[in-house]
C-alpha cells in the first residue's frame, strides 16, 4: 500500500523540519559550572561603526545573572553584565574603540557559575566625509555670466550680437526688394 508510506515519510519530514527550526539557545541556564561553549550570545547592532555603542545579552547565565563581558578581541575593555527586567537575561553595553579596524571580532561573556558564551560583532568603516556642493562651471560651449574667463564670454556675447544685427539687416534688405 502506497498511501502509509507516503503519510509516514511527511510525518518524518514535518518533525525534522520543526526540529531543525527550533532557536539555537543553549542550556537551560542553570548554574551547573559547566565551562564548555553553550547558549547564545545576543549582539545588537551585529554591525557597529567605530566609536559605536553595543548591547549584549544573553539567558545563559541562570537566574544570578552575573557576568564578565571581554571585547579586548576589538580593541574594547572588560564589561559587566547584570540581569535585566526580562525574565533571566544578562545585559551588557561598551563602546567600540574609535581607532577599530573594520572586521568580525569574537566576543566572550563567562557567567558566575562558570558557563561560557561567544558572539561576534562585524565592525564597519564609518562614513564620516561630509557631503560637499559642487563649485565651478559646466562646460557647455556656450559660456555664462559668471564663467572661468569674462574675455571670452564678452567675446561670445560681442559674436552673436554682431550674427543678430547682420541677420536682421539682411532680413530687411530682402523684405524691400532690394536681394541680397
Known sequence: MRTP???TGTALAVAAA?????PAYGADGGDSGDTGDSGVLEVYPSTAEPGGRVTVNTAACGRDGTADGDASAVGADRFALAPSSHERESVGRFRVPPGAQPGTYELVVKCSG????TGDLKVALAVTEAQVPPRGSVKTGVGGALG??????AAGVAALAVAAAG?????HRRARGDGI
Do not use: H
Not at 562558570?114 to 558564551?117: D, E, H, K, Q, S
Open 5 to 7: 508510506r507516503l503519510l
Open 18 to 22: 520543526g526540529l531543525a527550526a527550533a
Open 114 to 117: 562558570g558557563r561560557r558564551v
Open 148 to 153: 572661468p574667463d569674462p574675455v571670452q564670454t
Open 167 to 171: 541677420g536682421t539687416w539682411l532680413l
